[in-house]
């Protein structure tokens, strides 16, 4: 049974940094992709990054493709999201989740199946 747990949310200011974490368990390969997504009250939950397997590719939604980098650590089933320069809209519960194939830009919403409980992210104006 995969689980995901994320960590690092917490409150920043207005152009401030954040740094979360996805700790996965339970993986039977560790060469799978991973995602990035957020959701904020009353709000579709919304794409932010993906990275692939190998750490090779990587990609970014349009409204954050300037301010956030995705990485994976070389050696544990770990991923992160650097966030930058954040914004008051920026503001909403940010999960990870493992893809269920390779990562490119036809990579959707339904391309994930297991799914972290998500972090709180709040930004201050």
């Known amino acids: 049974q995969v689980q995901l747990v994320e960590s690092g949310g917490g409150m920043v200011q207005t152009g401030g940094s954040l740094r979360l974490s996805c700790a996965a368990s339970?993986?039977?390969?560790?060469?799978?992709?991973m995602g990035w997504f957020r959701q904020a009250p009353g709000k579709e939950r919304e794409f932010v990054a993906a990275?692939?397997?190998?750490?090779?590719?990587?990609l970014s939604g349009d409204s954050v493709q300037d301010r956030v980098i995705i990485a994976r650590d070389r050696a544990k089933p770990i991923v992160f999201l650097q966030m930058n320069a954040l914004k008051p809209e920026d503001s909403a519960v940010y999960y990870c989740a493992t893809a269920r194939r390779y990562i490119d830009v036809s990579t959707s919403i339904e391309d994930f199946d297991v799914w972290g409980q998500g972090a709180q992210v709040t930004v201050s104006s």
């Open positions: 339970g993986l039977t390969f560790s060469n799978v992709g």
């Open positions: 990275i692939s397997g190998n750490g090779a590719s990587e």
